[in-house]
Each structure stands twice: as C-alpha cells, then as structure tokens.
C-alpha cells in the first residue's frame, strides 16, 4: 500500500518531470538547439544521474521512475544540441 507521503513524492516528482517535457517536444519540432546551453544540459543529467541512484539506493520509486524519465529527456536533448548543432 502507497502512503500519503509516497504520493507527494509521486505528484512532485510527475510536475516536475512533465515541465521539462516540453522543451524536448520544442526542440525536436524546430530542430534547433540553440537556445540550450551545453554545459548546463550536462550538468543537469549527471545530476539527475545522482538522483536516480540515490533513488535505486533507498529504492523510491516515485524517484526511480521521475528520474529515468528525466534522464531519458536529458540526453534527448544532449542529443538534439549536438545534431542540430548551428
């Protein structure tokens, strides 16, 4: 059974994945990456790297989950920077 506290976790960890889905749906219609900046897209996926082993290790699946998909974002648009590279 899923407590009240894991549910915030799941609703937290949803908005805050969902917001960044976007900008991959943006940048994969443009096809331009210009407006991303590299070194932040690299520092934001070994971050959430981080997260998502953190959340292996205290196995939290609202963590797991939000952070796999995120990350699978992430180097989506690691990808897109680099093949629409201007």
């Not at 009240?4 to 443009?30: C, D, H, M, N, R």
């Not at 952070?67 to 093949?83: H, V």
């Amino acid at each position: 059974m899923i407590d009240s506290v894991e549910i915030l976790g799941f609703v937290a960890a949803t908005l805050t994945t969902a917001a960044f889905l976007p900008q991959v749906y943006k940048t994969w219609k443009t096809k331009s990456a210009e407006s991303l900046s590299l070194s932040m897209l690299l520092i934001f996926v070994t971050g959430v790297s981080c997260w998502l082993g953190y959340g292996l290790l205290i196995k939290s699946l609202p963590i797991i989950l939000c952070n796999l998909i995120t990350l699978i974002s992430g180097f989506l648009l690691l990808y897109f920077k680099i093949r629409y590279k201007n």
